[in-house]
């Protein structure tokens, strides 16, 4: 871990729920056929979702409304879904530490990357529909009422005695989406103060932000809880997480910078798992119902998510606001190149910065 974390990355499981009733673990049988070769389903079968920190109310109705309709359609079998959210990045390392999650709801590619490179996960996700993205969003701030300290781009993020709640980028995928969102506003000239294409101007934006980062929690859904518990002045978070608050009665604000990234979080097959666990068949179908107009429908509604296509989603919805530079992270390297070397790799500019801004 780099010198000077704020809160150092940890191994937790999340919260556990069930999302239909009936018997609550893998059939034995199954299992063993599985390992036999020949797989037979049990009578109910389970499968297990891990999650990233948020949408736990949106994946509570899709599991339902899908179990529902399938037990119509298959003489009555009834599905058990098993659920676990938590940061990103810590359910990826879960996954691959042993947690038997069939189906694996991402905040980042790269998350699913390191499942995939644990040889859990053996198709190419990045040929599934929409390249395996199931929901979207933007990363944006969340203000008090009033927007007290008139915080409008990420440049204000940087003024003297500012509190700042973000994730922490060990844990939560959703931390470096707000790490990419800043370096890319700079890198594209929409910062007051930051030259355009300037690496040097954009590690400097993010060092003034981390300098007034209090807290890195070990998830968004618990940065933006911690928040809404009345600690720091703003909290850099998903878009559709903020409305989501808002519309249960929190009573916060949002402001979308002028220029911030484009969210896009896949939901994959943990092949592996899945065949091990006789439900393959179950959990493929379960991924493709999550594609599907009615699914869209119900992450839009329950979870106040944008559309899919980024021409669309600039436009905002009755929940989020339009963004005017909505960029995605090919725009600014791709997420390889990101992790590897422009932003997250040793001498990258969040390395860099985060390193200077905490000593």
Same mark, same amino acid.
């Given at each position: ?10 191994? /937790?499981a !999340?919260? +556990? &729920? #069930?999302? =239909?009733?009936?018997c @609550? ?6 299992s ?5 070769g ?18 736990y109310?949106a994946?509570?109705k ?71 993205? /199931?929901? !979207?969003? +933007? &990363? #944006?701030? =969340?203000?008090?009422? @009033?927007?007290?300290?008139?915080i ?13 709640l973000?994730?922490?980028?060990a ?8 790490i ?9 000239g ?14 400097r ?22 928040f ?8 850099i978070?998903?878009d ?20 911030? &990234?484009f ?12 065949e091990?666990?006789c439900?393959e ?16 429908q119900?992450?839009?509604d ?8 980024i ?9 989020v ?17 990101l ?15 985060f ?5």
């Amino acid at each position: 871990m780099r010198k000077g974390r704020v809160v150092l990355g940890a191994l /937790v499981a !999340a919260l +556990a &729920v #069930v999302a =239909a009733a009936g018997c @609550g673990g893998s059939d034995s049988t199954s299992s063993a056929n599985a390992a036999s070769g020949s797989c037979t389903p049990s009578d109910s079968p389970v499968l297990t979702l891990a999650a990233y920190s948020n949408h736990y109310d949106a994946y509570g109705k899709l599991t339902s409304t899908f179990a529902s309709d399938w037990k119509e359609s298959h003489d009555g079998q009834q599905l058990i879904f098993q659920m676990s959210f938590g940061g990103s990045t810590t359910q990826a390392e879960n996954i691959v530490n042993g947690f038997p999650a069939d189906i694996y709801a991402s905040s980042t590619p790269p998350d699913v990357q390191i499942v995939q490179d644990s040889g859990l996960i053996t198709h190419d996700w990045t040929q599934d529909e929409n390249a395996g993205v /199931v929901q !979207a969003g +933007a &990363v #944006v701030f =969340a203000v008090r009422p @009033g927007n007290p300290r008139n915080i409008h781009n990420w440049s204000d993020l940087t003024q003297p005695g500012l509190q700042i709640l973000t994730p922490d980028p060990a844990q939560s995928g959703g931390a470096r989406w707000n790490i990419v969102a800043a370096y890319g506003a700079a890198m594209r000239g929409e910062v007051p103060g930051y030259a355009k294409g300037s690496t040097d101007d954009a590690e400097r934006l993010l060092e003034g932000i981390f300098k007034n980062v209090t807290v890195l929690d070990k998830s968004a859904n618990d940065s933006l809880k911690n928040f809404e518990a009345g600690n720091g002045d703003v909290a850099i978070t998903y878009d559709y997480q903020a409305a989501t608050s808002i519309a249960a009665g929190q009573e916060e604000e949002i402001v979308a910078p002028p220029s911030t &990234v484009f969210i896009e979080t896949p939901t994959v097959v943990v092949d592996k798992n899945a065949e091990e666990h006789c439900v393959e068949p179950i959990a493929n179908a379960f991924v493709k119902y999550l594609h599907s107009s009615d699914a869209q429908q119900v992450f839009a509604d329950v979870a106040h998510t944008r559309p899919i296509d980024i021409t669309e989603a600039a436009k905002g919805t009755d929940s989020v606001p339009p963004i005017d530079d909505l960029f995605t992270t090919d725009d600014v390297g791709g997420w390889e190149t990101l992790i590897k070397d422009t932003v997250f790799g040793p001498e990258g500019a969040f390395t860099t910065a985060f390193q200077a801004a905490k000593g």
